[in-house]
């Protein structure tokens, strides 16, 4: 456990989002803000993130991807 994971109590982990970290969103780590994508500015011009890591973002995208696919191609999950 790094020192800056050992500050924050888990179960507010989300609200302690600081300029260098971050918590994902999906699998709830606290993780540095480089391994998440940028999202756009902010109205004072400061740059906004994802709420979920790069990691998680592509596992959720490529599971919709294939959900999307089975539903046209009429299969369901059964």
């Known amino acids: 456990m790094t020192e800056l994971e050992q500050l924050f109590e888990p179960e507010?982990?989300?609200?302690?989002d600081t300029?260098?970290?971050r918590v994902c969103g999906t699998c709830g780590k606290l993780k540095?803000?480089?391994e998440f994508y940028k999202?756009?500015?902010d109205s004072k011009g400061n740059i906004?993130?994802?709420?979920?890591?790069r990691d998680c973002y592509k596992k959720t995208r490529v599971e919709d991807a294939r959900r999307k696919e089975?539903?046209?191609?009429?299969?369901?999950?059964?």
């Not at 089975?70 to 059964?78: A, D, E, I, P, Y």
């Open 70 to 78: 089975k539903l046209k191609n009429g299969q369901t999950n059964r």
């Open 32 to 34: 540095p803000v480089n």
């Open 39 to 41: 999202d756009g500015r």
């Open 19 to 21: 300029d260098t970290h």
């Open 12 to 16: 507010y982990l989300g609200d302690q």
């Open 48 to 53: 906004k993130y994802r709420r979920d890591c």
